[in-house]
């Protein structure tokens, strides 16, 4: 075999023994760890929303349930007011048995958002209901706008419901007293002086009056305009001098044949 042969032969084996060898696999490691990093942050961040959404919601359940849990005020706590005005009382006996209103009883009404009682009448009753028997001592005071009281009525127990305390008056101020309207505070306490209940409440007249001149009321009492200047059929004021001379058949309210009204 000559050298020529020799060294061609020898490349031809050194090709072979090359071709047959593996690669290295490095490139199908680094694919690999490619694919697991960006799955591996999808996953975390998953997992920290979730938490955030569980830790955000449950403090806010605590705090619904402990302001549900709270007790909440009733008009059980507290005694039951009503009250009328009459013109003629004439049967206190139904008052002292039952509490029961008289015949022609004006009974406490509201009207928006105000108690309301009408006065020029000759007697008011209140009326309060508890869940007990009426404590010895309690009493309805009346305020205006001084800090003490300038009324105050102590109530008795009827005789058919002991739970059931009334008082009547016929003072003055509080059956007719010389205003349109007037709002007093009443408040109700025990012998120690402690608030039971309280509440503004209006007495006003029935009817409403015809104005005087500028549209001001008349004297709630005299049922006079304020005095004007001399009056002449071409005055502005003329007629308003005096809407009123003091008679039922005067005023703006349907009296009938009822000489009291």
């Not at 039951?80 to 009459?86: G, I, L, Q, R």
Request: net charge negative; hydrophobic share 35%; charged share 20%.
């Amino acid at each position: 075999m000559s050298y020529r042969n020799v060294l061609l032969a020898t490349a031809i084996l050194t090709l072979m023994v090359t071709a047959c060898t593996p690669a290295t696999p490095v490139a199908p490691q680094v694919v690999e760890v490619t694919r697991v990093v960006p799955q591996t942050v999808v996953v975390t961040q998953i997992v920290e929303i979730e938490k955030i959404i569980i830790a955000t919601s449950e403090p806010t359940q605590t705090v619904q349930e402990t302001i549900t849990a709270e007790p909440q005020a009733t008009p059980d706590n507290q005694p039951v007011f009503s009250a009328w005005c009459t013109k003629q009382f004439t049967s206190p006996q139904d008052v002292a048995q039952n509490g029961q209103a008289a015949q022609d009883a004006d009974i406490a009404y509201e009207e928006d958002g105000k108690l309301i009682l009408h006065t020029e009448r000759s007697y008011c009753a209140f009326f309060f209901t508890f869940g007990t028997e009426l404590p010895k001592g309690v009493h309805l005071d009346f305020y205006d706008t001084r800090p003490d009281p300038w009324a105050s009525l102590e109530l008795t127990p009827t005789t058919s419901n002991l739970a059931m305390g009334y008082a009547l008056s016929n003072n003055p101020y509080i059956v007719n007293p010389p205003y349109w309207e007037i709002t007093y505070k009443l408040s109700l306490k025990d012998s120690n002086g402690k608030e039971l209940w309280n509440r503004d409440v209006t007495f006003k007249r029935s009817w409403t009056p015809k104005p005087c001149y500028g549209g001001m009321w008349p004297d709630a009492a005299t049922l006079k305009c304020p005095a004007l200047p001399e009056v002449h059929p071409w005055d502005p004021w003329y007629g308003y001098d005096t809407p009123y001379d003091g008679k039922p058949g005067n005023l703006q309210e349907d009296c009938g044949n009822d000489p009291s009204c």
